[in-house]
């Protein structure tokens, strides 16, 4: 299985971008997909999963998904710099917990 991430760049302050990853491989059914990040010297945390959001993306990030893509998105809308950080998407497949390489989002202030 690889999750194969796209979308990151370099954005200013309140500008938009959108994260993708699709999945491939020997995949019968993911049974979740979710965006975690991981900013200089902190632990990786939780951004979208599901339905869940970590408290500083509510009302600025959207987690969407395409079944029959085996991909998953991230609107990531009014960035802020503190939004800095490598993005992971991870999906969760037969019990088994994947991750991708990560892609690097910048916002300058």
């Known amino acids: 299985v690889q999750l194969q991430a796209s979308g990151g760049g370099l954005v200013q302050a309140g500008g938009s971008l959108r994260l993708s990853c699709a999945a491939s491989g020997s995949i019968f059914s993911i049974d979740g997909m979710g965006w975690y990040r991981q900013a200089p010297g902190k632990p990786r945390e939780l951004v979208a999963s599901?339905?869940n959001y970590a408290d500083s993306v509510k009302g600025r990030f959207t987690i969407s998904r395409d079944n029959d893509k085996n991909t998953v998105y991230l609107q990531m809308n009014s960035l802020k710099p503190e939004d800095t950080a490598v993005y992971y998407c991870?999906?969760?497949?037969?019990?088994?917990?994947?991750w991708g390489k990560g892609t690097q989002v910048t916002v300058s202030s």
């Open positions: 599901n339905t």
């Open positions: 991870s999906a969760i497949i037969r019990s088994r917990r994947y």
